[in-house]
């Protein structure tokens, strides 16, 4: 009841910029708010960055912290996640959710899933 489509994957190389965004539609008032988990291959989905329609707390996995940025546009029900000097330990699929839990930095609270969008960062 609550489809995510993303957008703004892509290639670039170490120390760039990228800014990845997520359109939410459906039953966005029933979800507390957005985040972003990547996964690279043969590894588990890690938690990126979260944060909640209202208020102004954001959250952050220590790999990422000082270089991302997780955003949010209510009129929109748009979340973005800015990532700058990108690293190729940054490369991943990027997957954005809606949180149907309080705990937006737990993988548990995520009920709803995007399809992915791939981000590659070369040496």
């Known amino acids: 009841q609550v489809q995510l489509v993303e957008s703004g994957g892509g290639l670039v190389q170490a120390g760039g910029s990228l800014r990845l965004s997520c359109t939410a539609s459906?039953?966005?008032?029933?979800?507390?708010?957005m985040g972003w988990f990547r996964q690279a291959p043969g590894k588990e989905r890690e938690f990126v960055a979260g944060i909640r329609w209202s208020g102004s707390s954001t959250y952050y996995a220590d790999s990422v912290k000082g270089r991302f940025t997780i955003s949010r546009d209510n009129a929109q029900n748009t979340a973005h996640l800015q990532m700058n000097d990108l690293k190729p330990d940054d490369t991943a699929v990027y997957y954005c959710?809606?949180?149907?839990?309080?705990?937006?930095?737990?993988?548990?609270?995520?009920?709803?899933w995007g399809q992915g969008t791939q981000v590659t960062v070369s040496s």
């Open positions: 459906g039953r966005t008032f029933s979800t507390y708010g």
């Open positions: 959710a809606a949180a149907s839990g309080f705990n937006v930095w737990l993988l548990a609270d995520y009920g709803y």
